[in-house]
DNA sequence: CTATTGACGACAT
DNA sequence: CATGTCGCCAATA
């Protein structure tokens, strides 16, 4: 599988940046990833960018929530996102993280 | 250039 | 609390 050249838009770069500074046990929003990317508005446009995941281990994609505390999604499926962040000490309960507010990481 | 497509968000119902 | 609608944004066809 050797991708020859990752290339990134800018866009993409900024959001990852971002993203790789959330700290392990945490979670952050998409929206509030937006803001760390300094667009936003981009929520959406963030979830495209994380979908592509280039670096998949050595960025926590899986941190990336919704802002009301749903879970969003995932490109290798949702319920392994939400296995990973067990395992990181973030419970799920009924598709919501528990503490949301306590461990999101904001921008 | 326009149209379509999403790992979204805010608000109304 | 669950759904639906509309707005937003960048990437892609």
């Known amino acids: 599988m050797k991708d020859g050249k990752i290339i990134l838009t800018f866009f993409e770069m900024a959001v990852l ?3 790789k500074k959330v700290p392990r046990g945490r979670v952050t ?10 667009r936003p508005r981009a929520a959406r446009a963030v979830g495209n960018a994380v979908n592509k995941n280039p670096f ?3 960025i926590p ?3 990336v929530v ?3 505390g749903g879970i969003g ?3 290798a499926g949702v319920n392994k ?3 990973i962040l067990k395992k990181e000490g973030i419970i799920v309960k009924n598709n919501k993280i528990l503490n ?3 461990i999101l990481f904001k921008f």
């Open 73 to 75: 999604g995932y490109a």
């Open 66 to 68: 919704k802002s009301d």
């Open 17 to 19: 940046d971002a993203l």
């Open 61 to 63: 994609c899986h941190r």
């Open 56 to 58: 998949a281990p050595k």
């Open 81 to 83: 996102k939400i296995d």
């Open 100 to 102: 949301f507010k306590k």
């Open 29 to 38: 929003t998409y929206k509030e990833l937006a803001k760390g990317a300094d």
